[in-house]
């Protein structure tokens, strides 16, 4: 009778050892490989870090020349500063917190130069240059110097200056004058008014000898003529300063008004505007007058001269008769045109003659006017004021009008303000009506989620949790558990399957225990039919010999486990 313990067991088949990529899976190689994984893991963590550090990049320099590009970037790597350029190519790009920083440490090194090259052109002079070149070299220095200086203005973005300069020649007895071209480019959206196109005529002007504004001709980047309307002037032919000191003129007297008028009717609800009319012709006049000539009492004498002639002749002389027995008369001369008055005496009959001349000062006047530039010739003002607010008695605010004492005293301080002069022609007229108020526009609540702040916020607070997110995945999904391969340690995951695992094998175990312990009575108790009963153990034992054997196969961790358990209790 054949019993279980007769019965020979096959010996077990030899597990194969799997194998990676070729090589094979021993503990050596596994080492390694988690290794490389955790090195790449590592490195995935390293770089999502960086790229959430990354800065931001803002413009530095933009619509620069090739020369002027090549020496901001030699700086800056000489600075040490990160730099890339925009997709067009034509902007250098620079972490936004140091935008500032670089562009004062640049503007220290005179960049960006702007392509315009100044008098620094003669500090590089060769020896041995002929005079035409450095007078061309002397042209283009100066033409680079006016570039730079138009450059200032602030709505000018680069500026071009042509220079024509006749050579002097002292055969030529009429010298041709020099001309000047300047070419602006202007910002976006930006324009020129006639005091800064005139401001650029005169500054060329003064910087050249012997030219003249006539002869600079100013134009755009879209070729408009600036400088003819400049030439000629606006608004009956007057220049720039004078069409400013015009406008300066009313927008002082408009300010006068509403000022003074502002705190009786409140604060946007006066209106005033007026034209002044301003005499810029300048006159001279000179007057010389005379008067007639007043009594000899009332002149005043200029000069006088008198004289006396003694005859010591004794004869009697002259015709006989009664006439030359009578005694001489005094003699008198009536005042001629030439202001002289004459007078002459005798007395004894011709032994004494005295002679008197006196000259009076002739009445002149002379007079010189001369009439300033600039005279207020007319003024001319308009008022609108609004209606006053008032609280009636249910509370509510009403407007009503200005009273006729109201407005008279509103005009009488306009007229104080304006300086109102009558026999000038100025006139003052003064409105009180109620004012049409700004249409209101519907405010649109605007949804959390669209406001610019809050989805700046969401997007840089999306962008760390993303981050976080998978620097978090990364290091507990896979370099955690591989750090612990690596040093022999067990993550709590593979210690609660492997207790999992064990608890199951032991269970398996025991029932297989009790399996054999009931074969071993079945087998005592047999009687003639043990043969065939101990058949049928055989076959039951076959089968969880193959079962136990495909659990090797399928998991050897487990049967590691059991048989380690088997060592462990002995």
């Keep these: 009778m054949a019993t279980a313990e007769n019965v020979a067991i096959p010996p077990l088949e030899e597990t194969p050892v799997p194998k990676l990529f070729g090589l094979p899976q021993t503990p050596a190689m596994r080492n390694v490989l988690l290794s490389v994984g955790a090195a790449i893991t590592l490195a995935l963590m390293v770089g999502v870090w960086l790229w959430s550090q990354q800065p931001e990049y803002k413009v530095l320099f933009s619509n620069f020349n090739d020369r002027d590009g090549g020496a901001i970037v030699a700086s800056l790597q000489q600075m040490n500063v990160p730099y890339k350029y925009s997709e067009g190519g034509n902007a250098i790009l620079v972490p936004s917190n140091q935008v500032h920083d670089a562009r004062l440490k640049l503007a220290s090194q005179g960049l960006p130069k702007g392509g315009n090259v ?24 100066l033409e680079g110097e006016l570039a730079k200086s138009i450059q200032a203005v602030s709505a000018v973005q680069t500026a071009r200056v042509h220079l024509a300069m006749p050579k002097a020649s002292v055969f030529i007895r009429e010298q041709q004058k020099p001309t000047a071209s300047v070419l602006l480019n202007l910002y976006p959206n930006r324009i020129l008014d006639q005091q800064q196109v005139s401001a650029i005529l005169h500054l060329v002007a003064s910087s050249v000898p012997e030219l003249t504004t006539k002869n600079v001709t100013v134009v755009d980047q879209n070729g408009n003529l600036l400088s003819e309307m400049s030439k000629q002037g606006m608004n009956n032919n007057l220049d720039p300063s004078q069409l400013k000191y015009v406008q300066e003129f009313q927008q002082n007297i408009v300010k006068r008004i509403e000022s003074i008028i502002s705190p009786i009717v409140g604060p946007n609800n006066v209106r005033a505007e007026a034209t002044a009319d301003i005499d ?24 006088q001269q008198s004289s006396e002639t003694y005859n010591k002749n004794n004869n009697p002389s002259g015709i006989p008769g009664a006439l030359s027995n009578q005694p001489p008369v005094p003699a008198t001369a009536p005042i001629v045109a030439s202001g002289a008055a004459q007078s002459t005496s005798a007395s004894n009959a011709g032994l004494m003659q005295k002679d008197s001349t006196v000259n009076y000062e002739v009445d002149k006047t002379i007079r010189y006017t001369q009439q300033p530039m600039g005279g207020v010739k007319r003024i001319t003002v308009a008022v609108v004021v609004n209606y006053k607010n008032e609280t009636d008695k249910s509370g509510k605010i009403v407007p009503r009008p200005l009273t006729d004492i109201e407005k008279t005293q509103i005009t009488d301080l306009a007229r104080e303000a304006m300086g109102f002069n009558k026999d000038r022609g100025d006139t003052l007229n003064v409105v009180n009506s109620p004012f049409a108020g700004p249409e209101k526009e519907p405010i649109v609540d605007i949804p ?35 750090l612990y391969k690596i040093m022999g340690k067990k993550t709590k995951a593979e210690l609660k399957a492997e207790a999992a695992a064990a608890a199951e094998a032991e269970a398996a175990a025991k029932l297989q225990a ?52 088997w060592v462990s209790n002995e």
């Design 280 to 303: 810029f012709s300048r006159s001279e006049q000179a007057a010389e007058s005379y008067r007639p000539n007043s009594p000899p009492e009332a002149s005043t004498i200029r000069s």
């Design 118 to 141: 100044g008098f620094e052109l003669m500090e590089n002079q060769k020896l041995g240059i002929s005079q035409f070149l450095e007078q061309v070299n002397f042209q283009r220095a």
């Design 448 to 482: 959390l989620w669209k406001q610019p702040e809050n989805l700046l916020l969401a997007k840089e607070l999306g962008k760390y949790l993303l981050v976080g997110i998978a620097l978090a995945y990364l290091f507990f999904g896979y370099l955690k558990p591989m």
């Design 514 to 565: 009790e399996e054999e312990e009931e074969d071993e009575d079945s087998v005592v108790e047999l009687s003639g039919e043990a043969e065939a009963h101990a058949e049928k153990q055989l076959s039951s034992y076959e089968i969880n010999l193959e079962l136990a054997r495909e659990l090797a196969k399928q998991d050897p961790k487990i049967v590691a486990n059991v048989i380690k358990t």
